[in-house]
């Protein structure tokens, strides 16, 4: 079965530009998550999507930070403007059932901010 | 809440040295655990899982049990290898909200 699939896999940008990352879960899969992995740190929560509506973006900073999930499958998550700390792995995951499943990544998107 | 805490690396051993990385982890009801491994360049991938008290994950020669009296998950491996170099993340889901809470990951290096 395909897995999950982001893209670009790396972006340099220059602070306050924009940028957009996707991700195109695996089939069948209701829940999304984005993450965001800064060097050395493990991966922090960013939003959880189920199907398409959001379950948890307490640490979405929503000031340059969106996210959404088209008809409950690929999502896009943008950052505008971006800053240099935004600097990071944004991984997504997706996650078929509940509590005894895993869930599986994609490779990620490495972002510098210059 | 829902936390998970991870021993400190760099962890660097010998080829075919006993490997212990360990993993605590404090949750509000009975979570899944689990153990992903993320080698260079690439995304996590499961490594293996336990889902209730006194289970035991394996997979490629690793294990870990889960330990509901001590909170642990503790990440075993009786040999490692030079291609077992990666970082280690513990990992727990709660039935509330469906989340994954990570742990800051440990990395491992083995030297021939």
């Known amino acids: 079965e395909a897995g999950v699939a982001q893209s670009p896999r790396y972006k340099i940008i220059e602070k306050r530009q924009s940028v957009a990352f996707w991700c195109n879960p695996i089939s069948g899969h209701a829940t999304l998550y984005w993450y965001q992995q800064i060097l050395g740190q493990g991966p922090k929560l960013l939003i959880q999507?189920?199907?398409?509506?959001?379950?948890?973006d307490s640490q979405l900073p929503k000031d340059r930070f969106s996210a959404e999930r088209l008809k409950g499958v690929d999502s896009t998550l943008k950052i505008q403007p971006a800053k240099l700390e935004d600097s990071a792995v944004y991984l997504c995951?997706?996650?078929?059932?509940?509590?005894?499943?895993?869930?599986?990544f994609g490779q990620g998107t490495r972002l510098t901010v210059v | 809440g829902n936390s998970v805490t991870q021993m400190e690396g760099p962890v660097t051993l010998s080829e075919e040295a006993f490997l212990t990385i360990n993993c605590t982890y404090t949750?509000?009801?009975?979570?899944?655990l689990f153990w992903y491994v993320q080698y260079p360049g690439e995304g996590l991938q499961l490594l293996l899982k336990?889902?209730?008290?006194?289970d035991k994950g394996s997979n490629k020669g690793f294990e870990a049990t889960y330990r509901k009296e001590t909170t642990s998950f503790h990440l075993e491996k009786g040999s490692v290898q030079v291609s077992d170099s990666a970082v280690y993340f513990c990992?727990?889901?709660?039935?509330?909200?469906?989340?994954?809470?990570f742990g800051t990951g440990t990395s491992l290096t083995v030297i021939p």
């Open positions: 995951a997706s996650r078929e059932g509940g509590l005894y499943t895993e869930a599986f």
């Open positions: 999507f189920q199907n398409n509506g959001v379950v948890d």
């Open positions: 949750a509000t009801g009975y979570p899944s």
């Open positions: 336990a889902t209730k008290a006194d």
């Open positions: 990992a727990l889901s709660t039935y509330t909200g469906n989340q994954f809470y």
